[in-house]
């Protein structure tokens, strides 16, 4: 690997052989923090997300944000030349990550007992639907019915209307981000104690949206309440919520504290609420919810959004537009924290995508290689790395091996 720091998990080498998004996800944020990420996909097919849009024309658009800074090579797990090869690649990395149906590795002889035999210090990282145990461990598992499962869709919209899913894959990117911290933990146990053997990662795409459920864990548990559809942080905090502004834009504004409903009774030249014992608590004014919010949206509609803004900003109240990508792209904070950057593609001429973060202020991540063409590097990995010939190469590619 290159003598450069690119981040923070710089000497880190992966083997990622998962698909579509939640466990490549969590590769690409190792990878955005310079761990080095070799992707392996299936001959002359590549991985399923090339075949996802949206795209232009015949170029999948997800692809190049969610494939950066990694290395591709074709590789069939199933093919006994292609295990050979696999397995050789196994010695020399830190971590595997694959998201196949509970298993599937073990059925084609790669389960982490063979793995290890190879790699004893590997880690391994899978993700699937349901996890790796329970009764429904081996059904398919996708992120939106993992998200119906895990709880959350059931709260979406109104009470009287059918719940809704996420309009994006929601539940892939945060299984993603766990994995990923998951990952790097697991790596600084290993490395910072000196272990000699490496572990298991595994989840379910449904834990990651369950683990951020704690108040509906607690209000059943010790109430006996199941919580219903509704908007905004009904039943958390009071007022908040989606407010329209007299030239017709939307906000969302919240005032959960005590001290932050007085910031804004004061921004409202309202302070006759704080005199209100009905809103003196949070507690309070989840009780009298509606009349708080009724004052709070008349307010908000006799402004423009500007005029709110800058009103609530000076006391310092939680408010924001509700943007769309358009208003992204032209926001200054945006453009000012880089949160776009601009990368060249091989046959669009340069595509926008996210920029690293977090940010690290001594081994910054970069985005140091845009999303690679199916099979790019195996050239690099197979006869630089493990030694092959070029013919040896052109054998396995015409047996379908790579």
Known sequence: MENVVYGPLTGIRILDISTMIAAPYAATLLADLGAEVIKVELPGQGDTLRHVGP??????????????NKKSITLNLQSPKGKLLFMKL???VDLVIENFRPGTLERWGLGYDVLKEVNPRLLLARVSGFGQTGPYHEKAGFGTPGTAFSGYTYLQRYRDR????????LLDYMTGVYIAFASASALYYRDVHDQTEGQIIEMGLYESLFRMMEF??????????VRERSPNLSGHSSPGGTYETK??????????????????ARAMDRTDLLLDSRFHTNAERLKHDAELDHIVRMWIHEHTQQEVLKKLDVYAVPISPIYS????????????RENIVEIEHPRLGSIKIPNVVPRFSKTPGTIRRRAPELGEHNQE????????SSEDLKELQQEGVI
């Not at 509906?216 to 309440?225: R, S, V």
């Not at 990995?381 to 092959?388: D, P, S, T, V, Y």
């Open 381 to 388: 990995i197979f006869c630089e790395q493990l030694g092959l």
């Open 216 to 225: 509906l864990i607690a209000e059943y548990d010790q109430l006996g309440k």
């Open 325 to 336: 990508i358009e208003d992204i792209f032209n926001d200054p904070h945006y453009q000012a």
């Open 90 to 92: 196994v010695q020399t």
């Open 55 to 68: 795209w232009k024309g015949d170029e999948p658009l997800r692809w190049p944000g969610l494939s950066r």
């Open 247 to 264: 030239d017709g834009k939307w906000m969302v504004l919240v005032a959960s504290t005590d001290a932050t409903f007085e910031r804004l």
């Open 162 to 169: 059918p719940p809704v899913s996420p309009s994006f894959s």
